[in-house]
């Protein structure tokens, strides 16, 4: 049964993508470095810790982690502050949840000082019963961590919740955690970097509505096929 919808939240639900790429950057200049495509594609989704570990190790880094995690984690939270934006679909799809009486929960990779000045901001705070973000977890997307703890907070089963994600990394953690996933793949990340594939690909989240309708009305949660709605 659909009971609870749990969201990721930089890039599905908030804009914020851009504005950590462009902090990055400015911390690459910052160490004289040119930034990789080829390392920051696999920090897509992940918790920050683990994505600056894998700037580090990728670039060879010689300060300690910890140091690169803060300095990274300042320049983070000045990119946001008094930008960052909502994406379209998701207050839609929130109030979707809440008039069909669903639990919904935000399940984000972020730390929490990033999560709550980004909801802030886009006027999302208050929106969901449980968050659960990348302090609250040792291991990250695509461990399924995150996911399993939300659905805990909603006293929800695994099976029926449905997850909404944009990076590979947290489609895996959603199926890992024995969940449906919508995915709203950006257009930086292609279908084919999606392994495990989700159960539905969507351009928006406005377009998960009707899926969202479709999966209530015939109980498809549990059993839904991959979709190949436009993109």
Sequence with gaps: MLR????????????????AAKAMDDFLTRHQLQRRPEIHAQMLGRRLPEAIAIVREGYELAQPLDELIDEYATMRLDALRGVVKALPGGREVI?????????????????????????????????????????????????????LGAAAKLGAEPADCVV???????????????????????????????????????????DAIPLLEEWLATDLVSTAAVRTAST
């Design 4 to 19: 609870a919808l749990i969201f990721d939240l930089d890039g599905l639900l908030v804009d914020s993508e851009p504005l």
């Design 95 to 147: 109030a979707w949840g809440r008039e069909h009486g669903m639990k919904l929960g935000l399940a984000s990779s972020g730390m929490r000082r990033h999560v709550d000045l980004s909801l802030a901001e886009t006027g999302l705070a208050g929106s969901f019963d449980a968050e659960i973000t990348g302090d609250d977890v040792t291991q990250g997307k695509p461990a399924p961590d995150l996911f």
């Design 164 to 206: 909404f994600e944009d990076a590979p990394a947290g489609v895996a953690a959603g199926k890992a955690a024995g969940m449906p996933v919508i995915a709203v793949p950006h257009v930086g990340t292609p279908r084919a970097h999606f392994e495990p594939a989700p159960d539905a690909f969507v351009a928006s989240l406005h």
